[in-house]
């Protein structure tokens, strides 16, 4: 069973880097040290981790990803931090695009909606819109519902 588990490095240095899941709960947690630890994720789990690196120049690396976990022996994209890898649902690099899909996921839990229960859909629009510099429509409730439903029948 644990050869199927996504996991996900979690790791904070102050002022050079900080590794950690902005969204999503693990099915398990092993702390590794003081500094760092790793999240276990079942297959068909949502959660967004956030890459930033620094040096004594400036950041070097920020990274917003929400990913979808997936058995290994599934087609994966590979992602810094995430092993095997996983199914790339959002991914945003930079300051300005990170901000701005960061500002999406506060979006979504202020309007009463578990981030991590979010249709997987919606965070492809996501995705595409900030790629583009477009505005997000909003997350509706009939959405959830609808995908919700669709995830009822298919289990």
Same mark, same amino acid.
């Given at each position: 069973?644990?050869? +199927?588990?996504? %996991?996900?490095?979690?790791? &904070?240095? *102050?002022?050079?880097?900080?590794?950690?899941? !902005?969204?999503? /709960?693990?099915?398990?947690?092993?702390?590794? +040290?003081?500094? %760092?630890?790793?999240?276990? &994720?079942? *297959?068909?789990?949502?959660?967004?981790?956030? !890459?930033?690196? /620094?040096?004594?120049?400036?950041?070097q690396e920020w990274r917003f990803?929400?990913?979808?976990?997936?058995? *290994?022996?599934?087609?994966?994209?590979?992602?810094?931090?995430?092993q095997p890898g996983g199914d790339i649902?959002?991914?945003?690099?930079?300051?300005?695009?990170?901000?701005?899909?960061?500002?999406?996921?506060?979006?979504?839990?202020?309007?009463?909606?578990?981030?991590?229960?979010?249709?997987?859909?919606?965070?492809?629009?996501?995705?595409?819109?900030?790629?583009?510099?477009?505005?997000?429509?909003?997350?509706?409730?009939?959405?959830?519902?609808?995908?919700?439903?669709?995830?009822?029948?298919?289990?």
């Open positions: 069973m644990t050869n +199927d588990l996504t %996991r996900v490095e979690i790791a &904070f240095y *102050p002022e050079h880097l900080n590794f950690w899941l !902005r969204f999503g /709960a693990p099915d398990e947690q092993f702390d590794l +040290d003081r500094r %760092r630890s790793l999240a276990l &994720f079942k *297959p068909g789990r949502v959660f967004g981790y956030v !890459r930033w690196r /620094a040096n004594e120049y400036g950041t990803t929400i990913v979808q976990s997936a058995a *290994p022996s599934l087609m994966l994209s590979r992602i810094s931090g995430v649902l959002l991914l945003a690099t930079g300051a300005t695009k990170v901000k701005r899909a960061l500002l999406q996921i506060d979006v979504l839990e202020a309007s009463g909606f578990d981030a991590a229960d979010v249709s997987p859909a919606y965070y492809r629009h996501v995705h595409n819109r900030i790629a583009a510099s477009r505005e997000v429509t909003p997350y509706s409730q009939d959405q959830h519902a609808a995908f919700q439903a669709a995830k009822a029948v298919m289990s």
